[in-house]
């Protein structure tokens, strides 16, 4: 199939020849297409200005604006914090921040279900206090950047967890971690949120098996037990309904 876009695989360098669409430029093209639907079931991938971006629905993934400059520019190094930690790697222009969190940094729950296109939210981490798809994320534009992890996640001992072995809510390895990242996302966003809002968090996180329907009330028990955990933790109070992080 001549015509058809070869991405390579994530390490490719190569790539970028003979009319064949290297990945960096593929996550460019689709960071331009702000406010466009890059793939199935309501993920989306956008670099829009804030104003576009606010306009979103929340399950929207967001992709930072670039920065030339760094990214152009060869092999950059970049510091970020990972669930708290600070890291500063170098890293080559065409790697994604799932590549850098996964075979540089060891974070292993950002998955690639869907070969890094976007389509299924199993790479999702919150960075900047936003739901993004880490595989649609150019790692050098995420220098400075604070992103949280399903790692993160669990080791605060996040009522999530909790909610979710008690609703068997589980789906498999690979996609538990980006449904338990978007839960996340909401609750930091909405501490009370209804069950359709949970559904709208979740749109984006797609899989093939059944149990779609227990995230809800994983998700609304795991805000019930905020206030507690909030308290324990020493944590700051989340913004309440309807607030964006
Ligand atoms: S959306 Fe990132 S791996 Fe599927
Ligand atoms: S493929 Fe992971 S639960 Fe369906």
Request: a positive charge.
């Given at each position: 199939m001549p015509d058809e876009p070869n991405f390579g695989d994530e390490g490719?360098?190569?790539?970028?020849?003979?009319?064949?669409?290297?990945?960096?430029?593929?996550?460019?093209?689709?960071?331009?297409?702000?406010?466009?639907?890059?793939?199935?079931?309501?993920?989306?991938?956008?670099?829009?200005?804030?104003?576009?971006?606010?306009?979103?629905?929340?399950?929207?993934?967001?992709?930072?604006?670039?920065?030339?400059?760094?990214?152009?520019?060869?092999?950059?190094?970049?510091?970020?914090?990972?669930?708290?930690?600070?890291?500063?790697?170098?890293?080559e222009p065409h790697w994604t921040l799932r590549q850098l969190l996964r075979d540089r940094l060891g974070f292993t729950s950002p998955k690639d279900w869907c070969g890094g296109m976007g389509a299924c939210g199993s790479c999702t981490v919150i960075m900047n206090g936003r739901p993004v798809l880490s595989c649609m994320t150019l790692a050098c534009e995420c220098g400075g950047a604070v992103v949280e992890t399903a790692e993160g996640i669990a080791k605060a001992g996040h009522p999530l967890i909790q909610a979710y072995i008690d609703h068997n809510a589980f789906q498999c390895g690979y996609c538990t971690p980006g449904f338990v990242v978007s839960a996340k996302a909401l609750l930091d966003r909405n501490a009370d949120p209804t069950e359709e809002d949970v559904r709208d968090a979740l749109g984006g996180n797609l899989c093939r098996c059944a149990t779609y329907q227990q995230h809800p009330p994983a998700v609304l028990q795991a805000a019930k037990a905020l206030p507690e955990f909030q308290k324990r933790s020493g944590g700051e109070p989340k913004p309440s309904k309807g607030a964006r992080a």
């Open positions: 490719n360098k190569g790539a970028e020849n003979a009319g064949k669409m290297s990945r960096r430029n593929f996550l460019k093209d689709a960071g331009l297409a702000a406010g466009a639907p890059a793939v199935l079931g309501g993920a989306m991938a956008i670099s829009a200005p804030p104003d576009a971006e606010a306009a979103q629905p929340y399950n929207a993934r967001a992709v930072p604006v670039a920065s030339e400059a760094v990214c152009a520019s060869g092999m950059a190094t970049v510091t970020l914090t990972v669930n708290g930690d600070k890291y500063t790697q170098a890293v």
